[in-house]
């Protein structure tokens, strides 16, 4: 069974960048929308953006567009959250996600496997 593998977080100065890496064991990601998502301190868990695998088309949520990106390594069968001109409220849990199905979009319902969160800190 395809597990996913986090790895990147860790504390950064407001302005700096860290990237967060989602690896999959067990099989490839074809077909799949990998999404990523945050949960803050107190907070929700929240989306944060979606690529679809085979063609690489990508959406952000508003609050990170400009400074987040995410992409894909198909000869690593990983995906990748690069995040710069991180903010404060950037802080929070990271968590990679898969829909096998392929569709992904914004709702954490829609996904089917889940990472085991990295922490993303953010100092003022």
């Known amino acids: 069974q395809v597990q996913l593998i986090e790895s990147g977080g860790g504390l950064v100065q407001a302005g700096g960048s860290l990237r967060l890496s989602c690896a999959a064991s067990?099989?490839?990601?074809?077909?799949?929308?990998l999404g990523w998502f945050r949960q803050p301190p107190g907070k929700e868990r929240e989306f944060v953006g979606v690529?679809?695998?085979?063609?690489?088309?990508?959406e952000l949520e508003n609050s990170v567009k400009g400074r987040f990106t995410i992409s894909r390594d198909k000869n690593k069968n990983t995906v990748y959250l690069q995040m710069n001109n991180l903010k404060p409220e950037d802080t929070a849990v990271y968590y990679c996600?898969?829909?096998?199905?392929?569709?992904?979009?914004?709702?954490?319902?829609?996904?089917?496997?889940w990472g085991q969160g990295t922490q993303v800190t953010v100092s003022s």
């Open positions: 067990g099989r490839t990601f074809t077909n799949y929308a």
């Open positions: 690529i679809n695998w085979n063609r690489g088309d990508m």
């Open positions: 996600a898969a829909d096998r199905a392929g569709w992904g979009g914004r709702r954490d319902t829609a996904y089917d496997l």
